[in-house]
T-cell receptor, first 115, second 116 residues
Framework: AQKVTQAQTEISVVEKEDVTLDCVYETRDTTYYLFWYKQPPSGELVFLIRRNSFDEQNEISGRYSWNFQKSTSSFNFTITASQVVDSAVYFCALSGYTGRRALTFGSGTRLQVQP | EPEVTQTPSHQVTQMGQEVILRCVPISNHLYFYWYRQILGQKVEFLVSFYNNEISEKSEIFDDRFSVERPDGSNFTLKIRSTKLEDSAMYFC??????????????FGAGSRLTVL
């Protein structure tokens, strides 16, 4: 069975602080995909990144960076110099590469960035 | 940018009634999905649909639930005999291609269902 754990329920930071959102996953699949989605107050789910399990290179996109460590089954997300517009709920998710392709979501981390 | 559109944005219904939630996926996408999110909780998979049939479904997707792609553009979720616990935000999603490994789901803005 697949499982995604986001232990941080809520994080509050002050604008311009860096913040890391943790994600730990469990799967029996040898190949799989990991995702981060953002849910702003308006409610939609916005895709941020997809990572496949055989590519452990970290990725940076502007103020966002992702650290994938297969050895610890973690896929952490860092926002550098946070801004008020980053305030949202962030979901980590996992899917199989073949077979079951449905996304298994974590419970989400609510990030509040204070001005 | 192409988007997934959902209607209605909010539906209120009495327990026991039937509801239909509608979605227009991105036009060249081949896989279609419904997920739901009970208020304040995680997003949960309901069903995936490909080539006019269900490819996967979860335990939540019991025999009160059904999906249909009636006309090649719309993708609907029907819930019969609604229960209070069906109250949730229902998200439709679509993705381009399973075998290429793309599997990036584009979600709609959601339809909030309130069962009274």
């Amino acid at each position: 069975a697949q499982k995604v754990t986001q232990a941080q329920t809520e994080i509050s930071v002050v604008e311009k602080e860096d913040v890391t959102l943790d994600c730990v996953y469990e799967t029996r699949d040898t190949t799989y995909y990991l995702f981060w989605y953002k849910q702003p107050p308006s409610g939609e789910l916005v895709f941020l990144i997809r990572r496949n399990s055989f590519d452990e290179q970290n990725e940076i996109s502007g103020r966002y960076s992702w650290n994938f460590q297969k050895s610890t089954s973690s896929f952490n997300f860092t926002i550098t110099a946070s801004q008020v517009v980053d305030s949202a709920v962030y979901f980590c998710a996992l899917s199989g590469y073949t077979g079951r392709r449905a996304l298994t979501f974590g419970s989400g981390t609510r990030l509040q960035v204070q001005p | 940018e192409p988007e997934v559109t959902q209607t209605p944005s909010h539906q209120v219904t009495q327990m026991g009634q039937e509801v239909i939630l509608r979605c227009v996926p991105i036009s060249n996408h081949l896989y279609f999905y419904w997920y739901r999110q009970i208020l304040g909780q995680k997003v949960e998979f309901l069903v995936s649909f490909y080539n006019n049939e269900i490819s996967e479904k979860s335990e939540i997707f019991d025999d009160r639930f059904s999906v249909e792609r009636p006309d090649g553009s719309n993708f609907t979720l029907k819930i019969r005999s609604t229960k209070l616990e069906d109250s949730a935000m229902y998200f439709c999603a679509s993705s381009l291609d399973r075998d290429s490994g793309a599997n990036v789901l584009t979600f709609g803005a959601g339809s909030r269902l309130t069962v009274l």
